[in-house]
């Protein structure tokens, strides 16, 4: 089963750095984060955009930040940074250009369209923000991009505030006015193969809520959660890398299955219960999960 099974990259916690802040800058290299997302949005003043783009060109040549995958968040689409921020992308060296409040299919394939006739290496991924209501409308359309290899879209990344903003739903503990919003963006994702990270939680001083909303966002489906502080980065590891318990019976389940005579069935009896190849499938990505992690060195 393994053999043909994809690779499987952590992402358990993304942090947004304002790409402003040298300071920020330095200590992402230090922080346990599986990717690092040097923002020239939010976090940025418009007095600033210059000197953040510049600046988080210059980090990325300087290195350091040994595993962790390297992610730049440009300004909107419409706004007068964004052709700039996207061609300084283009050659920055990062793994992925994460482009925010991405509602329709087309602007999609037009980013993926501009980075390869600035000649941006095959290997820059694109990383949508689903962040308003039209994205959650059209969300199984953006996702189906994913088949366009021009597009280059490997990931959804939630954007929980503007979401709220744009539809008016309150921000409230057990986030259900969005829980619909949420499995829809996830179902589109999983259809279409796509990598899919949580929204941030915004009181990072709130362990006790930010370790429930992240237990939800992984019960979910998600891969990982966005952080708006670094603070937040061990609750969220530890709450999206697999139990020693969970790696266990994962790993009886894929040795059931491997035995001679289970290797042709499609369900087998384990310890009372009826257990499913697709539950050895899942695992593989269980184990296969663990192993991603600890080979981050």
């Known amino acids: 089963m393994s053999a043909n099974r994809p690779s499987i990259r952590p992402r358990r916690s993304a942090l947004y750095l304002p790409a402003s802040n040298p ?6 290299r230090t922080v346990d984060v599986d ?20 600046q988080a060109l210059a980090a990325i040549r300087a290195g350091g930040f040994g595993h962790r995958e390297l992610v730049i968040r440009t300004n909107g689409v419409e706004g007068p940074w964004f052709a700039a921020d996207l061609d300084a ?18 602007t999609l394939r037009m980013i993926g369209a501009e980075l390869s006739a600035a000649g941006a290496p095959e290997r820059l991924k694109v990383w949508a923000m689903i962040e308003t209501a039209f994205s959650i409308l059209k969300a199984e359309a953006l996702a189906a991009c994913s088949a366009e290899p021009q597009t280059r879209l490997a990931c959804f990344v939630i954007g929980a505030n503007d979401l709220a903003k744009d539809t008016r739903a309150r921000i409230v503990p057990g986030r259900a006015p969005m829980l619909p919003w949420l499995a829809t963006a996830l179902a589109a994702a999983r259809a279409h193969g ?16 930010l370790r429930a909303e992240t ?15 670094p603070s937040q980065a061990g609750i969220v590891n530890a709450i999206f890398s697999p139990s020693r318990e969970e790696i266990a019976k994962a790993q009886e389940v894929i040795d ?7 290797r042709d069935k499609g369900a087998i009896a384990l310890h009372g219960w009826m257990v499913e190849r697709l539950h050895a499938e899942m ?7 663990d192993r991603a992690i600890r080979a981050r060195g």
């Open 283 to 289: 695992a593989e990505d269980v184990v296969a999960l």
């Open 89 to 106: 992308a283009a050659h920055s060296g990062a793994d992925a250009v994460l482009i925010p409040k991405i509602s329709h299919p087309e």
């Open 215 to 229: 237990q939800q966002g992984r019960d979910m489906g998600f891969d990982g959660k966005t952080l708006s502080h």
């Open 194 to 209: 796509l990598a899919i990270l949580d929204g941030v939680y915004n009181d990072f001083s709130n362990e006790e809520a």
């Open 256 to 262: 059931a299955f491997a035995l001679p005579a289970n």
């Open 35 to 54: 990717v690092v997302i040097l923002d020239l949005e939010d976090a940025v003043a418009p007095d600033m955009k210059g000197v953040a783009r510049a």
């Open 23 to 28: 300071r920020a800058i330095d200590k992402a």
